[in-house]
C-alpha cells in the first residue's frame, strides 16, 4: 500500500494526498508562481511512491510547452 506520493518538476516539489479509500488514489495542486514564466520546451514530472514495506518507485512524465492557450484555440481579440 502506498504510504506517500511526491511529484517534482525542477526544484519544485509538492507532497500528494490520498484521495480515496485504499490509498488508490491520490491529488494535490502543483503551482509556484515561477511555474508561470515556463517558456516553450519539455519539462519533466518525477512522481515518487514510497510503499509501506519500504519499496520506492518512480516514474517520470514530460510535457511539452508549445504557443499559448490563445494561440490553440484561435482566440482572436477585435478593437
Known sequence: ????VTVQTG???V???PAGA????WQGELW????YGWTNGSY?????VYYSN????EAVSTIIISGTADELLGVHRVH
Not at 32 to 35: D, N, R, T, V
Request: a negative charge; zero cysteines; charged letters at 40%.
Open 32 to 35: 509556484e508562481e515561477s511555474l
Open 44 to 48: 519533466d514530472f518525477r512522481f515518487t
Open 1 to 4: 500500500m502506498a504510504e506517500r
Open 22 to 25: 485504499g490509498r488508490n488514489f
Open 11 to 13: 526544484t519544485y516539489k
Open 54 to 57: 519500504g519499496t520506492v518507485k
Open 15 to 17: 507532497e500528494l494526498e
